[in-house]
């Protein structure tokens, strides 16, 4: 799990490097910029023509940035290049990953690349300096830490009444199952991973809250596995993607967040087999 070296309030971990109270790299006062500030915001209004101010439209957050500043200081002042060179090599620009955060008691994830470092030349004689980070984050969303997952088979039918009937009559149970509900406890929506695994034909997920459909045209067999991933956009068979196998009447797979609250996610398939299953998993989202 990320933040796991964290244990107290104000710590934070990006990879291995552990930073805040109890560390060598001691966050200053002030010394934290972006994380529960709003990001910029991109934002689709448009002039009225013939009127004063605009018609509102969609907003959506550009990427995070935050700006981090540390008090690196080491008793010894001859330990003082062993803590720099593990600062400067656990910030490296490279690939994105969590930045993770303490703060009320609460652990919320980033996943950020450092994108600036200023350093003095202090520190070496002293033992102290003063560092400057800046992370940026193109995903703006803070999720937690901890993944949540729900699983369904499709729905089962009943079995139907048998002729001919004597009264009074035994209805049969109604069709049950095939619907999970995903829970965001945050503030804004969430992508979701959805997992479906055979055999069904054309399998089919619905929106219990707005109608919207995603809708695969495969026959997925008892070793397949379907990935729906509404972050990345994509459709992926066994690993391979394939946005080509969405059907005409499937809605944009980046518009398949799950808003804060409860939303119901149904699956359904032309022909269906109660041995396939449908996974989602998810994070909560805070922007």
Request: hydrophobic share 40%.
């Amino acid at each position: 799990m990320s933040g796991e070296l964290i244990t107290l309030d104000g710590q934070a971990q990006y990879g291995t490097l552990l930073m805040g109270t109890g560390t060598p790299y001691r966050i200053a006062p002030g010394g934290l910029r972006g994380w529960d500030d709003l990001p910029a915001l991109d934002s689709a209004d448009v002039p009225r023509p013939s009127a004063d101010g605009y018609w509102p439209g969609t907003i959506y957050a550009a990427e995070r940035v935050i700006e981090t500043d540390l008090n690196l200081y080491v008793p010894d002042p001859s330990l003082y290049p062993a803590a720099m060179t593990a600062l400067r090599a656990a910030t490296a620009p490279t690939v994105e990953q969590p930045l993770v955060i303490r703060m009320g008691g609460q652990l919320l994830q980033c996943s950020v690349r450092c994108t600036g470092r200023v350093g003095g030349a202090d520190g070496y004689a002293l033992g102290a300096d003063r560092v400057s980070l800046k992370w940026t984050g193109s995903d703006p969303r803070r999720y937690s830490v901890t993944a949540s997952s729900a699983t369904t088979n499709p729905p089962a039918t009943g079995a139907g009444i048998t002729w001919p009937v004597t009264w009074p009559l035994t209805w049969p149970a109604a069709t049950s199952g095939g619907t999970i509900f995903v829970t965001n406890g945050g503030d804004w929506s969430t992508p979701v991973t959805i997992s479906i695994s055979g055999p069904l034909t054309t399998p089919a997920v619905y929106r219990l809250d707005t109608g919207d459909v995603i809708e695969l045209t495969v026959t997925l067999t008892a070793s397949d596995v379907a990935v729906i991933d509404t972050l990345a956009g994509t459709v992926s068979i066994n690993g391979a993607v394939n946005n080509s196998l969405l059907t005409d009447r499937s809605a944009p797979i980046a518009s398949f967040l799950m808003p804060p609250g409860s939303t119901g996610l149904a699956i359904r398939a032309a022909v269906m087999n109660s041995s396939a299953s449908m996974t989602a998993v998810w994070r909560s989202a805070y922007l």
